[in-house]
Nanobody, 124 residues
Framework: QVQLVESGGGLVQAGGSLRLSCAASGLTFSTYAMGWFLQAPGKEREFVAAISWSSANTRYADSVKGRFTISRDNAKNTVYLQMNSLKPEDTAVYYC?????????????????WGQGTQVTVSS
């Protein structure tokens, strides 16, 4: 049974930082591309960042380029999202997702497994 468990969310002031983690189990983590998405209340789920199985390739939404960094540790079966210079508009539930085909896609339908999400709230 595949499980993706996010952690690290919370309340932070604008300009602050958070580091999200996503621990994976039940899959051969090192063969999956991983992604992060966010979903704000009343809105569609949006792509944030993705990373290839080897960490050689990454992809970011324009809204987070230069502020967020995705990384992974295959030895720990964990993917991270370092979020700096946070803005109130970054407030959302953040989800990690696993893609067996390694496409670094921006569409949620391209991902096979999802975590339960972690809330990030940025106050102004």
């Amino acid at each position: 049974q595949v499980q993706l468990v996010e952690s690290g969310g919370g309340l932070v002031q604008a300009g602050g930082s958070l580091r999200l983690s996503c621990a994976a189990s039940g899959l051969t983590f090192s063969t999956y591309a991983m992604g992060w998405f966010l979903q704000a209340p009343g809105k569609e789920r949006e792509f944030v960042a993705a990373i290839s199985w080897s960490s050689a390739n990454t992809r970011y939404a324009d809204s987070v380029k230069g502020r967020f960094t995705i990384s992974r540790d295959n030895a720990k079966n964990t993917v991270y999202l370092q979020m700096n210079s946070l803005k109130p508009e970054d407030t959302a539930v953040y989800y990690c997702a696993a893609d067996r085909w390694g496409q670094l896609g921006t569409l949620s339908m391209k991902y096979d497994y999802w975590g339960q999400g972690t809330q990030v709230t940025v106050s102004s």
